[in-house]
């Protein structure tokens, strides 16, 4: 439809919508105004002034209630919410719901935390003046629903609980920083909530309470209205795009619901459960003109009860039809969202029991009154969206506003007019989240007391209890059968050889002090999500998985983690564990003190700690007394006793002290000077990088690509370069070139009066275009090539194999091969490499689609690899084994072809070594530390297909240049807080800088 003829059609609906009703059924109450209550005449006209169509709002907000002792957004905003132009910073929002508070007795803002950069979160609670008085009888009534244990699993002492309990229903938003009109939406919904007197906003105050967080990612908000503002005042220029959302993560903050590593996500997830809500609905705006996306598409996260499944089903499709009926257009809930993953912040609540909502709006990015253009698949008609968008439409913020309170309120008012189911739903989920063991099972997971990566497994245990899981600890060693393995079916079932013997249960025992995560508990769905196994069928129908396909945390974490079912473990003796005690330190006698190497993330942390200290590394395993220690072991000279025991006390390290040092080739351990690069492109994926090395306590230069060319000579102030992941799309010349600038204007990302917030804790430029340049490529090549260690991932490594630093490694991809955020399997080819220190043969790590790697000997030539075809004999005289002969001439030996595997650089032959500069040197060939696993063992969690395509090639690369070395990842090693298993292998390099040829092989060396 053209724009001049909706214009006309405007009008017409303007009239008919704005006085006929919708059809009700018997005994519904009207969404419409009380008659009786006086509007805030100037309000509303600015409301209608704002939507640029009518059928773009509904009778819910077409209008403003007017009160005499409560202040609309207004007060704050100086225009109506969602007025073009106004994007309130979080502190007006605050200020606006706390004079919400001073004036009714309806609303209550709480506290709920601050973030990683200090700013507050809040939490607003509107209902009835009843309600909020009663607030603690309720929460405890709630707290009983959520723990049925509490009262015994009685149904009916349930019932009478659910008929005297008013639900939680809490609402998110803005998590996602450009998204930004939550935040006015929930002003005037607290307003409307706390003051409307139409029956139908009354049954909502009286009937429920309406928790709001209007600004959940507090940092990124304050920089997303700083830009508006710089876009205000310069608006014929480009605004610099919002590169930092919060301190680490933009995006990502969105996938922190597993691993919790963000404040803004245990702020939140403690608030959901410390008010026992049934639902938690998250506020996005990047689909036209309200995708309800918790329907969704399949394939449906395998953890959820069905009760929430229904669940979504009912609210979703209630949704639609009001909005629909409204004759708002471009409402729908089924799409090509999977609800696979539990990573989404809404998944706190379906993974406790509760529901998890999430809308996608029709957001601006700013408070800009646009024309928007919509792509064919966003306004074609489908079975699902019978009413799409239009294709081009004037969009206004007022019109977000409109669709994200009209869902907001009428989602509200069917859950108050269905809350006794859903309270007792509530319950249900909690009870058969109790009743697993006996159910589906397991009956719990146990984590035993001997894992020799006792810090990495104590990480794992503080994330359980950041998800509200009970911990328990046995009191006594105890011992559990294994179900039996069923055997596949051999093809060949009449080969009597190939018939496979009925295994025989196993079993296993655990010592003293192993942990117990019971499944008989109310949140025993989560820890059974994360720490379960994903399969993700080659053949599924939906092809593109939304986000990872696996996050299996015993792997991602390289710590042992049994599934139980045997029932036997819920009755050994144990106790709850709430939190985890320091252990570790020094034992035994001795002056020399000596750690096992097992890949620990901690001992990097204390080889800062212990700046003055002088550590070395053992070259080779070796034996002491009765201990036995592997590669990498730390000796450690030159600490105190009690310095050192106090130390790997807080970082859950096992010292051994030894009467003598032991004869073992070492090396020092030294602390690397590091300079950290990021791009102007994107801060998404290194920013889970910098998020660990803070963790650690690990201290780095933080810099742009930019900094780093102008840096004279880079080897005078570090040791190591680390260029984490840009991000999944980035090509090798987006890296050099960044954005162009021989057009536009210079876009800075400074601190200026108009900017106050934008550089907060990261990094500043005046011009975020420029990329790292040809004279950064030179600059990072001489760093190599006079001894410096470049380590890049995924994007980085490719770039770093495209623009020549890494000679003799090829890197493709493939257009067959489909590893969508997967656990893979890979194996440790040189156990004497520093960088695979603690590491043993088998390593999981994650993997999307990494850049497939191959090495050679001869510089500029592919990798020669004989098919099959060769290597079996022609067809010629004698059997399959005899050689062939030529008539009339002597025999001649065919030349053996070097067996190469596929990770291996194959030997040059005499013809191809023949006066050819290009041939590398043995010392300077690649080396080779980790390689992806076998085809067949490749899948250890999620999606794989054709993974034959990257099998066997290598995972991780130690390649020389001149005097240094560039290592390259093709794995991502440390990724949103869950791959803790790989995160050494980053470490060791850091630690092992100079050191890197360590245990080479001698004929590399030569
Ligand atoms: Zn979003």
Not at 297 to 315: C, K
Not at 399 to 412: K, R, V
Not at 517 to 544: C, F, H, N
Not at 823 to 843: F, M
């Amino acid at each position: 439809m053209g724009h001049k003829s909706w214009v006309g059609l405007i009008l017409l609906l303007f009239t008919t919508l704005a006085t006929s009703g919708v059809a009700l059924a018997d005994g519904e109450t009207p969404p419409a105004r009380d008659p009786k209550q006086p509007i805030d005449e100037a309000y509303t006209a600015k409301i209608r002034k704002y939507t640029t169509a009518p059928y773009f709002s509904s009778p819910l907000v077409d209008y403003l209630p007017a009160s005499k002792s409560v202040p609309t957004p207004e007060v704050v905003l100086r225009d109506v919410a969602g007025a073009p132009g106004i994007l309130p910073y979080a502190e007006d929002v605050y200020k606006y719901m706390r004079l919400l508070e001073k004036a009714t007795p309806r609303v209550k803002v709480v506290s709920i935390g601050t973030t990683e950069e200090g700013r507050e979160m809040i939490a607003v609670a509107v209902s009835s003046e009843g309600n909020l008085k009663n607030l603690e009888q309720n929460r405890q009534r709630l707290a009983k629903l959520a723990d049925p244990r509490t009262i015994h699993l009685d149904d009916s002492e349930a019932d009478k609980l659910v008929a005297e309990s008013v639900p939680v229903y809490y609402i998110t938003g803005t998590i996602h920083s450009p998204e930004t009109g939550a935040p006015t939406a929930l002003m005037e919904l607290a307003y409307r909530l706390a003051v409307d007197e139409s029956p139908y906003v009354r049954d909502i105050r009286d009937g429920v309470i309406t928790l709001i967080t209007p600004v959940v990612e507090v940092d990124g908000r304050d920089r997303m209205v700083d830009l508006y503002k710089w876009h205000l005042a310069h608006p014929k220029d480009f605004y610099p795009p919002l590169i930092y959302w919060g301190k680490y993560v933009a995006h990502d903050n969105n996938r922190d619901a597993m691993a919790m590593t963000l404040k803004l996500t245990q702020n939140v997830l403690n608030t959901y459960l410390g008010w026992n809500a049934q639902v938690l609905h998250d506020l996005h705006e990047s689909v036209p003109y309200l995708y309800d996306n918790t329907v969704g598409d399949g394939p449906y996260n395998a953890w959820v009860d069905p009760i929430l499944v229904d669940e979504w089903q009912m609210i979703g499709a209630r949704n639609v039809a009001d909005l629909t009926r409204f004759g708002m257009p471009g409402v729908f809930t089924h799409g090509d969202f999977d609800t696979w993953s539990p990573g989404y912040l809404m998944f706190l609540a379906a993974m406790h029991n509760g529901i998890s909502r999430l809308y996608e709006t029709f957001g601006n990015g700013g408070a800009d009154t646009r024309e928007r253009t919509l792509q064919p698949d966003e306004y074609a008609r489908t079975w699902f969206r019978p009413n799409p968008p239009f294709p081009k439409a004037l969009w206004s913020q007022r019109n977000n506003n409109n669709y994200e309170e009209t869902g907001l309120l009428t989602s509200l008012h069917y859950f108050n007019e269905n809350k006794r189911l859903f309270l007792k739903n509530f319950y249900l989920k909690g009870k058969r989240s109790i009743q697993k063991p006996s159910a589906e099972g397991p009956a719990a997971y146990v984590l035993p007391a001997d894992d020799p990566r006792a810090s990495v497994q104590a990480d794992l245990l503080r994330i359980m209890l950041k998800q509200h899981v009970e911990i328990s600890r046995s009191t006594s060693a105890f011992q559990v059968t294994l179900p039996v393995k069923k055997e596949k079916k051999s093809g060949k079932a009449s080969d009597a050889e190939e018939k496979p013997k009925p295994a025989a249960p196993t079993s296993r025992d655990f010592p003293v002090g192993s942990y117990v995560i019971r499944m008989d508990q109310p949140y025993s769905r989560v820890a059974d999500a994360l720490l379960d196994y994903q399969y993700w069928s080659p053949e599924d129908s939906q092809t593109t998985p939304y986000d990872d396909t696996a996050w299996t945390f015993g792997e991602l974490f390289g710590v042992q983690v049994t599934r139980v079912t045997d029932p036997k473990v819920l009755t050994v003796p144990m106790e709850r564990v709430t939190e985890l005690h320091p252990f570790g330190g020094v034992q035994g006698e001795g002056t020399v003190f000596a750690i096992d190497n097992h890949a620990e993330p901690a001992l990097a942390s204390l080889r800062y700690r212990l700046k003055e200290a002088s550590i070395d590394a053992a070259e080779e395993p070796f034996q002491s007394g009765e201990h036995k220690f592997s590669r990498g072991t730390f000796l450690i000279h030159g600490v105190s006793r009690s310095d050192l025991d106090a130390a790997t006390k807080t970082l859950g390290l096992h010292v051994v002290a030894l009467v003598s040092t032991p004869s073992v080739k070492t090396h020092p351990v030294r602390v690397p000077r590091i300079a950290y690069a990021h791009t102007w492109i994107s801060t998404q994926s290194e920013g889970w990088w910098r998020l660990a090395l803070d963790n650690l306590q690990i201290p780095y230069d933080y810099m742009s690509t930019q900094a780093l060319a102008k840096i004279s000579d880079l080897n005078a102030k570090y040791d190591v370069i680390l260029f984490p992941p840009v991000n999944e799309n980035s090509n090798p010349n987006t890296i050099v070139q960044g954005t162009p600038t021989t057009w536009g204007n210079p876009l800075p990302w400074l601190n200026t009066p108009e900017t106050p917030n934008l550089v907060g804790k990261n990094d500043s430029t005046s011009d975020m275009r420029p990329g790292l340049g040809w004279d950064g490529v030179a600059k990072l090549q001489n760093f190599v090539r006079n001894g410096g260690v470049l380590l890049t991932a995924t994007d980085t490594s490719r770039f770093a194999v495209v623009i020549g630093l890494a000679s003799g490694v090829t890197s493709n991809n493939s257009e067959k091969l489909k590893i969508v955020g997967s656990i893979v399997g890979t194996r440790l080819v040189d156990a004497a490499s520093p960088i695979a220190y603690g590491y043993d043969e088998k390593v999981s790590a994650y993997c999307d689609n990494g850049p497939i790697f191959s090495v050679t000997s001869i510089l500029g030539s592919r990798r020669r690899h004989l098919g099959p075809e060769m290597k079996t004999r022609p067809t010629g005289r004698g059997t399959k084994d005899d050689p062939d002969f030529v008539i009339g001439r002597p025999a001649s030996d065919v030349p053996d072809e070097p067996e190469k595997e596929l990770w291996e650089a194959p030997q040059p032959t005499d013809d191809q070594s023949f006066n050819n500069p290009r041939v590398i040197p043995p010392a300077n060939r690649a080396r080779v530390i980790l390689r992806y696993a076998d085809s067949k063992d490749l899948l250890i969690s999620g999606l794989v297909e054709n993974g034959n395509e990257i099998a066997q090639h290598p995972a991780v690369l130690d390649v020389p240049s001149g005097s240094g070395h560039v290592v390259l990842f093709s794995i991502n090693p440390v990724y949103r807080g869950e791959t803790e298993n790989t995160y050494s292998l980053v470490l060791n390099t850091l630690l092992n800088f100079d050191s890197l040829n360590a245990g080479r092989k001698d004929a590399d060396q030569k």
